[in-house]
């Protein structure tokens, strides 16, 4: 669906990378936090699968903003006007005379300007966890003040690359959305660059804009998220004349995380009117996570070659596996697959016999099952069962397969033996679960 990554030209000289995704009579604009990489957001299944979501809308525009992904750097910071006018110029470069704006994070202040100097080009605006101001000030008391600001940041350069930021924003996370930020953060600007940006904005305050917005606002606040005080949420929504605020439940501030479809409901009704581009079904299936031990260490003794030859072998395995045992691969992920049965019995069928493949050729994986209710969207699957599936395989040694305890209590009578490997909290998962390994 997308586009490949182009080029507008600012009225400064610069050139901002831009590409757009789906077609439509509706224009929507994305305006993305401080680091971005228009190509890199759809290396991973499920972010990529929150932006496919957004196109069934309309056309979905998404750039990177200047100093950061694929766009032009200057080697300073620059002012939210001179931001504002990037967006001109990518909505010119695509021919779009108005679209409507969402805003994530760090990009509300920019979308916010935006809308409040151009509603001609702005037809609605959506943002999602935004902020007025960055440091406390008189009445913005809940604020950071700008030496913990500053340290709190520093830290963050201190690891910058490695994903651990994740962890403030989308605790729930798996390892792969981890690697993938991590990646975007790399990829998007260096850590000198990213500290440049925070200590620019420092001082950011829009809070005089606000009451001059005057176009169609919606606004997320996410109670649990520890990356934002809903305050500052709640502060935007209160002084945008008309906006509505929704409550979305979690503690995650990334939207693509966990149950996206909420958040994606919400704009597609205040977008369009309606809720009819995604229609989901909730079935009970056995979910498989597979992930191949070792990989890095393997893909570095064999070679690139040598490892991508081995790694299509694994491949087809596995799909020869889930072939013969009534098995669905819904999609690949990191080294491993995400498939589902509709029996538990048959996962863990397809678990031993998938173990037994891969170590004929030299590797090992280990195996995670988990039976629950699951949500079916387009060829995709989410929901709570997926994530225990993926928690269980985590805990998984080379050529073992865990299940959970109600894949265990679902094949009672079939004759399978488990061991017993205790209760465990599952990150992301509320309470103990106890946790099993097939046995023979």
């Known amino acids: 669906m997308a586009t490949v990554t182009r080029y507008a030209r600012t009225r400064d ?61 200057v080697g300073r910071p620059s002012t939210l006007e001179e931001q504002a006018d990037d967006v001109v110029a990518v909505l010119d470069a695509v021919g779009s005379e108005r679209a409507a704006v969402l805003g994530l994070l760090e990009g509300t202040p920019m979308a916010m300007l935006f809308a409040a100097a151009h509603p001609e080009r702005a037809g609605a605006l959506v943002l999602d966890s935004p902020f007025a101001r960055t440091t406390r000030a008189p009445g913005y008391e809940w604020a950071p ?47 000198g660059t990213a500290r440049m940006i925070h200590a620019a904005n420092q001082d950011l305050d829009v809070r005089h804009v606000l009451p001059t917005i005057r176009v169609p606002t919606l606004v997320f606040v996410r109670e649990g998220a520890p990356a934002l005080d809903a305050r500052h949420v709640r502060y935007v929504a209160e002084h945008i004349p008309g906006a509505r605020l929704v409550a979305l439940p979690g ?50 003794e064999l070679g690139d070659r040598r490892w991508r030859d081995k790694l299509a072998a694994h491949d087809a395995a596995i799909r020869g596996v889930l072939a013969r045992h009534g098995g669905r691969e819904v999609k690949t992920v990191g080294d491993g697959v995400l498939a589902t049965f509709d029996g538990p019995a048959r996962g863990i069928r397809a678990g031993r016999a998938i173990a037994a493949a891969v170590r004929a050729l030299g590797l090992e994986v280990r195996v995670g099952l988990h039976t629950g209710e699951t949500e079916v969207i387009g060829a995709d699957v989410g929901g709570l069962a997926v994530h225990i599936a993926a928690r269980v395989m985590a805990l998984a040694q080379p050529s073992e397969i865990l299940v959970s305890q109600t894949v265990k209590d679902l094949v009672t009578g079939s004759g ?25």
Do not use: N
């Open 145 to 191: 003040k700008a030496e913990e600001r500053a340290e709190r940041f520093g830290r963050m350069f201190e690891t910058w690359g490695d994903g651990s930021l994740i962890d403030g924003f989308a605790p729930a996370a798996d390892p792969d959305l981890r690697d993938w930020l991590g990646k975007l953060q790399r990829l998007a600007m260096s850590p």
């Open 416 to 440: 399978m033996r488990f061991a017993d490997r205790g209760q465990h909290a599952l990150r992301g998962v509320p309470g103990e679960w106890r946790v099993w390994a097939v046995a023979g």
């Open 13 to 73: 000289g610069l050139h901002i990378a831009y590409r757009t995704l789906g077609a439509g009579p509706l224009d929507l604009l994305y305006v993305p936090g401080t680091f971005t990489q228009v190509e890199h957001l759809f290396a991973h299944p499920t972010v990529a699968r929150y932006f496919e979501r957004l196109a069934t809308f309309g056309r979905l525009i998404l750039f990177d903003r200047r100093e950061c992904g694929m766009s032009d750097r």
């Open 251 to 300: 503690d995650d501030a990334f939207p693509f995380v966990e149950e996206s479809e909420t958040t994606l409901g919400e704009i597609e009704e205040f977008l369009t009117g309606a809720r009819a581009s995604a229609p989901t079904d909730r079935v009970l299936a056995t979910v498989m996570f597979t992930d191949i031990c070792g990989s890095t260490e393997v893909a570095s």
